[in-house]
């Protein structure tokens, strides 16, 4: 217990710094999602096709790769370098954030889509009946009703997306994952280090859960 209390410090910060990501990552994921359910569910075929896309290709590799590519893969390129996007792309933070918000974007663009299109069409139909507008019918309808019947799946989406963040320290990050393996490194007590870093996961997991519910 030693090595633990004594690296206290340490896996606070990094406990800190894995909010931070997931919280950040979720934040952008959910809009990157809206956006993309909405181009999903539009009768435009060229919007429907890029979002099917966008979403297959996202979920159909894994997110290590992916955290590979944005910060290995793209300082390879010389234009990239020379370019603004270098002042983001050359920190690791930001690689990590943009990979993790375009995976669970996929993700939760898929969750939305499917809560907006289970909606009873007779819903839909009474907001006509009414007079309502296509806008109006998706925010006091759609949206709602979709949103609610999202959640269940959502959560389960950013307890994966808190998982998840621990693939940050494949690119230089101290979250809790590569505080823990550089604790373990230095002291060789990897179940102890793993069991206690374990839990901070699984309390940030109960508190997800907890938010949902309410």
């Known amino acids: 217990m030693k090595p633990l209390l004594d690296n206290l410090p340490d896996i606070l910060r990094s406990a800190v710094l894995t909010i931070e990501l997931t919280i950040l990552s979720i934040l952008a994921g959910l809009l990157i999602g809206f956006i993309f359910s909405l181009m999903r569910i539009?009768?435009?075929?060229?919007?429907?096709?890029?979002?099917?896309?966008?979403?297959?290709?996202?979920?159909?590799?894994?997110?290590?790769?992916?955290?590979?590519?944005?910060?290995?893969?793209?300082?390879?390129?010389?234009?990239?370098?020379?370019?603004?996007?270098?002042?983001?792309?050359?920190?690791?933070?930001?690689?990590?954030?943009?990979?993790?918000?375009?995976?669970?974007?996929?993700?939760?663009?898929?969750?939305?889509?499917?809560?907006?299109?289970?909606?009873?069409?007779?819903?839909?139909?009474?907001?006509?009946?009414?007079?309502?507008?296509?806008?109006?019918?998706?925010?006091?309808?759609?949206?709602?009703?979709?949103?609610?019947?999202?959640?269940?799946?959502?959560?389960?989406?950013?307890?994966?997306?808190?998982?998840?963040t621990s693939l940050a320290s494949t690119v230089t990050l101290l979250d809790l994952t590569g505080t823990a393996k550089y604790i373990i490194s230095t002291h060789f007590n990897p179940v102890e280090v793993f069991i206690f870093v374990g839990s901070i996961y699984l309390f940030f997991t109960f508190l997800i859960h907890t938010f949902i519910r309410l």
Do not use: H
């Open 42 to 164: 539009s009768n435009n075929k060229v919007l429907n096709y890029f979002s099917y896309y966008y979403s297959f290709a996202f979920r159909g590799t894994p997110l290590f790769v992916q955290i590979f590519i944005i910060y290995f893969g793209l300082a390879q390129l010389e234009f990239i370098r020379e370019s603004f996007l270098w002042i983001v792309l050359k920190k690791p933070y930001w690689c990590a954030i943009i990979a993790f918000a375009l995976n669970t974007g996929a993700y939760t663009s898929e969750i939305l889509r499917s809560g907006f299109e289970k909606i009873d069409k007779s819903l839909i139909e009474a907001g006509r009946s009414l007079g309502l507008n296509k806008l109006r019918i998706f925010l006091t309808i759609t949206l709602p009703i979709g949103i609610k019947r999202s959640l269940p799946a959502y959560g389960n989406e950013m307890i994966l997306m808190l998982k998840g």
